[in-house]
């Protein structure tokens, strides 16, 4: 995730790494290259120009600290600005009322359907035992009723939709009355998107608004579509009264200008943010961590409670001192890998760690994880405890026993080495209370 934008960054901090001081020199040339990097990340050039000029009047009246190297300085301000730009809080969604109501808004492709059902999911996980329920209320594009209900399924989430029916009104009409029967707690309304904002679509989204009552209304914002995501933003701001923004598209987005800007001319908050198609790949939109990952500094925000969600205290204290005392097996690895694929694939966790350009030549990818699982499975118990050498006899053996080459076998064993190492140097890491990959501790 906008790898292009972190790399840019990244050579920016870099050019300041030599200096012993900050000039009003190199001051200027970083924020120039601060400034090109986000305007061809599609950031709204109003915006950049308010961005950079308060990291320049930081940069100039600050008093460096012994120690602290210029280009760290400088780097804190970069993330420090973003933070603020983006809201520094997270914000989440609040009701008084049940059953609540919620609105999702936005332009056709947007990823609206797909959001209801991520964020009933969201709701009921973390809500107190909510019973969401998501009301099919686009009736404009052709197969959406049937991809809601199919998605809500898939989840395990209520849907409600009135088969023939034209009028998205009438069903919230008929939604409203039937969550008192069945105990709806949150209703999400799924609306019509358009190619572009019309009079249409306006009206219509403020007759559902009056009939709904929302006590939240969220725009969804394709982060892949930049300014035009922006702009559109903004014209529905003024025409109804939204209360925060979703992001969609993050995972494969390379133009971060949506994450900069869209809280800015809304005047709403980033409130959630869909990163994967997995229904799990929500989460809340956390300015500190969307700053980290921009700056290419990881996130470990959200990696420490994906493994809150699935790793014991216990697991996690017994790992930090096997990967600090370099007592970690491939039997381990075996044990942790088929858990942690409850959290996702291993390359997006992987993404979250800080220091993952350290991994270049380390392969993360799922299908070369599975083998590196049938390669540990055709070892014998000692081997798998790394009590004995693996030497070329045995490697051939365990290579025709998983079915793989002699040199997949020598090069998982290699990665194996290079993961371990760069754990174990993690572990002196006091900002980090788990890691994944083998690895998780507190």
Partial sequence: MFSSLSDKFFSVFSKLAGKKTLTPENIQEAVNDVRLALLEADAQYGIVKKFIKGVKEKAAGLELIKNVKPAEQF????????????????????????????????????????????LALYAKKKGSHLNPCVVACDLQRPGAVDQLETLASEGGVSSFSVPGMKDPREVAKRALAAAKIEKWDLLIF??????????ELMQELSDMQAITQPEEILYVANAALGQDAVRSAHLFS??????????????????????????EVTGKPLKFESVG??????????????ADRILGMGDTINLVRKAEEHIKEEDAKALEEKMRTASFTFEDFLTQSKMIKKMGSMKSLFSMMPGFSALKNVDVDDKEIK???AII???????????????????????????????????????????????KNFSGNKSLKKMVGGLLWR
């Fill in 277 to 290: 198609e997995r229904p799990e790949d929500f989460q809340l939109f956390n300015p500190t961590s969307m």
């Fill in 377 to 423: 499975l055709s070892m014998t118990f000692k081997e798998r405890k790394m009590k004995c050498e693996l030497s070329i006899t045995r490697r051939k053996r365990i290579a025709r026993g998983s079915g793989t080459t002699f040199d997949e076998v020598n090069k998982m064993i290699k990665s194996f080495k290079k993961m371990k190492e760069l754990f």
């Fill in 75 to 118: 780097a804190k301000i970069v993330h420090d600005e973003l933070v603020s730009l983006m809201g520094s809080e997270e914000e989440g969604i609040h009701f008084k009322k049940r059953p609540a109501s919620l609105m999702l808004a936005g332009l056709q492709g947007a990823g609206k359907t797909t959001s209801a059902v991520k």
């Fill in 371 to 373: 083998k590196f699982e």
């Fill in 190 to 199: 799924d609306t019509a998107g358009r190619l572009h904002v019309d009079d």
């Fill in 238 to 263: 003024e025409q109804i009264e939204l209360t925060g923004t979703i992001l969609t598209m993050l995972d494969g987005s390379q133009r971060a200008g949506a994450s900069l800007s869209i809280r």
